[in-house]
């Protein structure tokens, strides 16, 4: 099989998978491995994907970023199970930090938990969280990105280091085993790194479509997280894959 055809048959196969690894192209194809990773470096020459430790991912703009309302309104009903699950982790008297996100924000609206304390850099759960007496709202402060309407910056991340929280609920755009969790904005990746490193806990919350996904800034390794929280219609040999590397799935 020349090696046009077999590239071609390679961005079929990115379409129905979103990633795929070296070894099983290898065997797919009955060619070497390193075969393969030749054809991988061509391809993300030309634009048609993206290379992983181990194997490739979709060609999508690692940088695309969605804004606020475009999440707001996809995937709803996914967002709210995954919210009600993490606001059942939240007990009495916790001190939590909540990402700011459309998941984040329906974590929010979901908790039942008394007298705790919430750290955000949310408007718009502040604005949720504020008519709530039996809540201590902590807002981080920082520069407003319209686009996400999240608090970034330096001053965000200098008032986090203040604090030590029992649990943290993070949002991400990629979940990957070789690239760990990603967001397509450097200064947010920031700024969630600095709300990780004060929490005891950490956990993803994420919808099963942000699995082998990859976007530009890394937050942290797959296995700097407690737990990552999702929906049910993952597929099962991936929650295989991430149980396998020691990550826990929380699917209810």
């Not at 060619?31 to 991988?40: G, K, Y």
């Not at 967002?79 to 459309?102: N, R």
Request: net charge negative.
């Amino acid at each position: 099989m020349f090696a046009e055809v077999r590239q071609e048959k390679i961005v079929e196969l990115l379409k129905q998978k979103s990633s795929i690894k070296v070894n099983e192209l290898a065997e797919i194809f009955n060619v070497s491995e390193s075969t393969i990773r030749r054809d991988l470096q061509d391809m993300e020459v030309k634009g048609l994907l993206m290379r992983t430790h181990g194997g490739a991912v979709e060609a999508k703009k690692t940088s695309f970023e969605p804004t606020f309302k475009e999440k707001e309104d996809k995937k709803h009903e996914e967002k709210t199970t995954i919210a009600k699950i993490a606001a059942s982790m939240i007990e009495d008297e916790d001190i939590i930090i909540l990402d700011s996100g459309t998941t984040t924000l329906e974590i929010a609206k979901s908790i039942e938990a008394k007298n705790i304390t919430v750290v955000t850099n949310s408007i718009d759960i502040a604005s949720v969280l504020s008519n709530r007496d039996d809540v201590e709202l902590i807002v981080t402060g920082g520069i407003l990105r319209k686009n996400t309407r999240a608090m970034v910056g330096h001053t965000g991340e200098v008032t986090l280091k203040n604090f030590r929280v029992d649990k943290a609920f993070i949002g991400a755009n990629g979940i990957s085993l070789e690239e760990g969790i990603t967001t397509p904005n450097f200064t947010e990746a920031q700024i969630k790194k600095a709300m990780m490193n004060v929490a005891n806990k950490v956990f993803i919350v994420a919808d099963s479509s942000k699995f082998n996904q990859v976007s530009f800034s890394v937050i942290c390794s797959i296995r700097a997280v407690t737990a990552i929280i999702t929906n049910n219609d993952l597929d099962e040999a991936v929650i295989k894959d991430f149980q396998d590397a020691g990550v826990e799935i929380i699917i209810k």
